[in-house]
């Protein structure tokens, strides 16, 4: 399949709506006359706009129509084999200095960077289409939108930012003609492809990113990892607001009362199932809804956390997604949806591991060769994605698109540990829950190039995305609790603990409803905890486990402290801390001491 496809020439009426802001104008004619482009796409969003380029893309196998019957209005990509995932060793972060990217981000001098850069862009997009993607960051009336613009050479990026994000002429309205205004300049060319070409730089005083040399959505959707969160957080920190890499969702009871909850888990970790959770039947009369699946921007109003989602689609993980696991995103990603990298079957459906029913007998697989279920590899790529806008999905939270957002009651933390964290644990106040966050860890997963399954410190599961450097980032943290006269109440979850049979001791998915419901009535003031070294834990009785076929050893492991366990897991705070070269802030080493101490109680 290719990845690289020569220009396309759309007629009359498709691929000329200019943005008139000077400043836009200046920067694209900028950069056309560096990349050398054989002609400029200026995209609107429009339907038409969106049929011309599948069909140039059918045309130019960039893109494989699925079966109309069995996906309608749905197409498969493929990736090049050797890109397929983030790529956090060629990302950077391009601050006057080093201190100010900090410990935890690679760095590169900016003005070296650029013109590294603009040395590989030059007469980078001979022969091909410059398309110009504009598009907002949020809901248009929100007070926390922000304005992108992304030039790229490939129509899949063009393609998968108009499902991600609300694209076109949305977005010049929202910019207007003030060449002063604020908008975000992101140029990606695939360039050849090649890994030993491949960057990802952010440059935030500038409000910019370039990345060349990938064509892998995390690296090139510059809307996502790269605007809403790396540059997203600089720009937070600056102006007093968060960005988070966190799924919203709100939950009602039977009685109509609703909440709404914000969740950090690191990528590939469970975020879009826990957003689309579909409470087990115990639950009868509670909805769970989707505002997130990955990314919230908050800011504080009245005292009050509020969050809106910046996307408008879902860049989900495929493997393992199906009817038991995450009924809402089967339904979400039945129709109109871009999947890159899994397994398309001899009838024109797609497949991957994981998905209800028995393996396909023949299929081709994610790199375009003959699969059967006795071949050693696997079918769809372990990171293989689904793009799909968020309207599909049924569970879609009716407040999604308020500009002010929705008001966050708990924030959760979460990673994937087999032992020593418990299932559910609530923070103390908001600096010990800062500190949840700074010290979360998880096994690592496909989602970025490097080895699965090594426990890795994962602050707030923003490690890959901080855009700044990480102890102000926890500063920033503690600062925010500080203007907050309602925070949201902290907690940290767990549902990867494995007995001593290796075999996880929760079931997951749907009846994380029961964590949920007990994070809530903590809400509401009328759950039950006990105080524990390392947090207000639920006892089993707190939690409604009705229904539930678990026994009560496996209860009692999920929610046990096994102190020898925990004087492993301070030291390993410790060493984290440390190796941050000491920007880690007071508030944090004396929260480190005060769990020392009640451990030691
Ligand atoms: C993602 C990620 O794609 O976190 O959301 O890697
Ligand atoms: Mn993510």
Redesign the pocket.
């Known amino acids: 399949m290719k990845n690289i496809a020569p220009a396309i020439f759309p007629p009359n009426g498709i691929g000329d709506t200019k943005p008139t802001n000077q400043a836009v104008l200046d920067w694209v004619h900028e950069i056309g006359r560096l990349t050398k482009p054989e002609n400029i796409f200026w995209c609107d969003g429009s339907e038409r706009e969106n049929e011309f380029l599948i069909a140039e893309s059918l045309k130019q196998n960039v893109l494989i129509k699925l079966d109309e019957k069995k996906v309608p209005r749905s197409y498969l990509h493929r990736s090049n084999p050797n890109d397929v ?2 790529v956090e060793k060629v990302t950077f972060i391009c601050t006057p200095t080093k201190v100010e990217a900090g410990p935890t981000n690679n760095w590169s001098e900016p003005a070296e960077t650029y013109s590294k850069l603009y040395g590989l862009l030059n007469g980078a997009m001979r022969g091909r289409t410059m398309f110009v993607v504009p598009y907002i960051m949020g809901p248009p009336d929100s007070p926390l939108t922000k304005v992108g613009f992304e030039i790229t050479d490939s129509k899949y990026v063009a393609l998968s930012m108009r499902i991600m994000t609300r694209m076109g002429k949305v977005a010049l309205n929202r910019l207007g003609n003030d060449p002063k205004a604020e908008w975000n300049r992101g140029v990606h060319s695939l360039l050849d492809v090649d890994p030993g070409r491949r960057f990802i730089c952010h440059f935030p005083q500038d409000n910019t990113i370039i990345s060349v040399g990938s064509g892998y ?2 690296n090139v959707l510059l809307s ?2 790269c605007l809403a969160l790396r540059i997203g957080s600089y720009l937070a920190r600056k102006q007093g607001w968060m960005a988070e ?1 966190m799924l919203i969702l709100g939950v009602e009871s039977p009685e109509g009362k609703k909440h709404y909850v914000a969740a950090a888990f ?3 970790c469970g ?1 879009t199932n826990f957003a689309m959770l579909i409470p087990p039947k115990h639950f009868k009369g509670w909805k769970v809804t989707t505002v997130g699946d ?1 990314i919230a921007w908050m800011e504080i109003r009245d005292g009050r956390l509020f969050a809106v989602n910046p996307e408008n689609g879902y ?3 495929v493997p393992g997604t199906s009817y038991k696991s995450n009924p809402n995103a089967m339904k979400s990603i039945e129709h109109d949806t871009l999947y890159t990298n899994v397994a398309l079957t001899d009838d024109g459906d797609v497949w991957w591991e994981g998905k209800d029913g028995p393996p396909p007998k023949h299929a081709i697989d994610w790199r375009g060769n003959d699969w059967t279920p006795d071949s050693k590899e696997k079918a769809a790529h372990p990171n293989s ?1 689904f793009a799909t806008p968020m309207r599909n999905n049924p569970a879609l939270d009716p407040n999604v698109e308020k500009g002010e957002g929705v008001p966050i009651s708990a924030i959760i933390f979460g990673g994937r540990r087999s032992d020593t964290v418990p299932l559910v644990y609530e923070a103390f106040d908001w600096t010990h829950g800062v500190y949840l966050g700074a010290t979360m860890a998880s096994e690592t997963t496909a ?2 190039t490097g080895a699965v399954g090594q426990v890795r410190r994962d602050p707030m ?1 923003m490690l ?2 901080c855009g700044y450097n990480i102890g102000d980032y926890f500063r920033h943290w503690i600062g925010i609790g500080k203007r907050l006269t309602s925070p949201p109440l902290i907690f940290n979850v767990n549902w990867f603990r494995k007995g001593t049979n290796g075999k996880f001791l929760w079931p997951g998915f749907g009846e994380n409803m029961r964590v949920l419901k007990w994070v809530i009535d903590r809400c509401e003031q009328n759950g039950g905890a006990v105080k524990s070294p390392v947090g207000w834990l639920p006892t089993p009785h707190d939690l409604d486990l009705d229904g539930l076929d678990i026994d009560h050893k496996c209860v009692a492991d999920l929610l046990g402290i096994d102190h020898e366990e925990w004087q492993k897991e301070l030291a390993a705070h410790k060493t984290f801390f440390d190796s941050l070269g000491g920007v880690v802030p007071e508030e944090l080493q004396e929260q480190r001491e005060q769990l020392i101490a009640r451990f030691a109680e």
């Open positions: 995932a983030r959505g995390g996502k990892k890499h690191p990528s590939a975020k990955d860049f989900g993980v994605r989602a970025a599961a890959p995305f």
